[in-house]
């Protein structure tokens, strides 16, 4: 019985991987037309490859004003967030497969923020509000020596919270943020979240204070859409709801 | 620019014409945030308001189902209320007590319910005024309409 299923597998792998899938992309270019439209590209492509990939193809081949950010491609510098078949997406970390190729694949730009270019939007707005919360360590007396020593249950405590890359695909699939873009957003107060619990900081109380603000956590209605979102995998609504419990339970 | 060019195409496009050195307004977001955006916050407000909702929603569960059993189910459902039915009940303080709670707890859940809902889609400063406005005369008329209702009632009016 196992030569045929060999004998089928090997018939099989020497097809050809490529199908045709079709990439519906958003595309807005103000210097043609004040209105974004739906643009179908059929490319031919391997399922196992990535919508970034299909991306390139399609600026490569196809239609070289396509525009879109990407730096790293593999999921680390947080560039290529976008609305991919209606959800927040990596483009470099989705493969084709996972996605049903079969349909045409839609592909937006991010929500909330203002769209300069087919994918490209203004990111200003997410890293004011990122730069609002004060991201980085604030101490005060000496400087040690050596390194500040930290024990590993401390730094346990907000481990989730530094694996953030800021790709905003929290942020802009939050529906809060969505109609008000004042609000703080999802990304902004996980970046708080990882100083405001981590031991060596000493302004916790200071960003406790910024994100008590009215555009600051009481805005967040508990949607988990920032968790769904994260291609890090970090649990965004969790950590907003610790920064809430932490402006309660300190005064109380 | 040179008209006579541009026009043969343009007239074949409907709407303005728009090109490099004539972009068309950006596909803006609603409301922005900028440099000024974390302006004066009202102290503790909005987390007072915050755990409100949460303690008052933990409230209205056990009096809105009491309340809508007595009215709608228990001895014959709707058909029985009427003016006697409710001075009966009014007749006993703890009814009063309860549903002088439920009206204030209800109404200033709700409005701050709306509230939220204005903050989050109202996008002009003014729009945001007036409704805020309309939303909390309407809460106050109510909750003092009913609760004068629940102190003054007089179960022998003619
Ligand atoms: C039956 C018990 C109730 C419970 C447990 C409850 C609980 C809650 C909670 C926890 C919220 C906050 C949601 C958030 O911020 O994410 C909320 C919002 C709200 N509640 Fe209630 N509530 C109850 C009854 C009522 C009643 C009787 C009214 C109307 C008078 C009402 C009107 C609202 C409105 C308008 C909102 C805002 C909706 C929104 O934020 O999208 N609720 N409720
Ligand atoms: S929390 Fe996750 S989704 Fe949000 S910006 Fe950071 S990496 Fe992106
Ligand atoms: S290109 Fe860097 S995260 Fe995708």
Redesign the pocket.
């Known amino acids: 019985m196992a030569t045929p299923v060999l004998d089928k597998v090997e018939a099989e792998s020497a097809a050809s991987p490529y199908i045709t899938v079709t990439f519906r992309v958003r595309r807005f270019n103000p210097e043609v037309s004040e209105h974004a439209v739906w643009e179908d590209f059929p490319i031919e492509i391997d399922p196992k490859e990535r919508v970034l990939d299909g991306l390139h193809k399609i600026k490569w081949d196809l239609d070289g004003s396509l525009t879109f950010r990407r730096s790293c491609a593999h999921g680390i510098c947080g560039s290529d967030a976008m609305r991919i078949n209606g959800k927040n997406r990596l483009a470099c970390k989705t493969l084709i497969k996972d996605i049903n190729p079969e349909k045409p694949i839609t592909v937006e730009p991010i929500k909330g923020l203002t769209v300069l270019k087919d994918l490209v939007v203004d990111m200003e707005p997410f890293f004011q509000a990122y730069r609002d919360v004060m991201p980085f360590l604030v101490t005060k007396g000496n400087e040690p020596t050596r390194e500040r020593l930290q024990s590993a249950e401390d730094r346990e405590r907000f481990d989730d919270t530094t694996k953030c890359i800021l790709c905003a695909a929290c942020t802009s699939s939050c529906p809060v943020f969505w109609n008000d873009g004042q609000y703080f957003g999802p990304a902004a107060i996980v970046n708080a979240h990882r100083f405001i619990f981590d031991s060596r900081d000493e302004a916790g109380e200071q960003r406790l204070e910024i994100l008590n603000d009215k555009d600051g956590v009481w805005r967040c ?2 949607t988990f859409n920032c968790t769904d979102a994260c291609p890090r995998g970090i649990e965004v609504t969790k950590a907003i709801q610790e920064v809430k419990r932490a402006l309660i339970t300190r005064r109380f | 620019m040179s008209a006579d060019t541009s026009s043969a195409i343009g007239s074949v496009e409907s709407g303005p014409h728009y090109d490099v050195d004539n972009p068309a307004p950006l596909i803006e977001a609603p409301r922005k945030r900028t440099g000024k955006t974390p302006r004066a916050t009202r102290g503790n407000f909005e987390m007072a308001a915050w755990l409100f ?2 303690l008052s ?2 409230l ?2 056990v009096l ?1 189902i009491g309340h809508l059993i007595i009215q709608l189910v228990l001895d014959g459902g709707v058909s029985k209320i009427g003016f006697a039915f409710v001075a009966g009940r009014w007749a006993s303080p703890f009814w009063q007590v309860w549903d002088l709670l439920m009206l204030w707890l ?1 109404m200033l ?2 409005a701050n ?2 509230r ?2 204005i903050n989050d889609y109202a996008e002009r400063p003014n729009t945001r005024l007036w409704l805020k406005g309309l939303l909390y005369a309407a809460t106050v008329f109510t909750i003092l309409l009913g609760t004068l209702v629940i102190f003054t009632f007089d179960p022998n009016i003619r």
């Open positions: 209605r508990t | 909702m949460r929603g933990v209205l569960v809105v209800a859940h709700g319910g709306l939220t809902v």
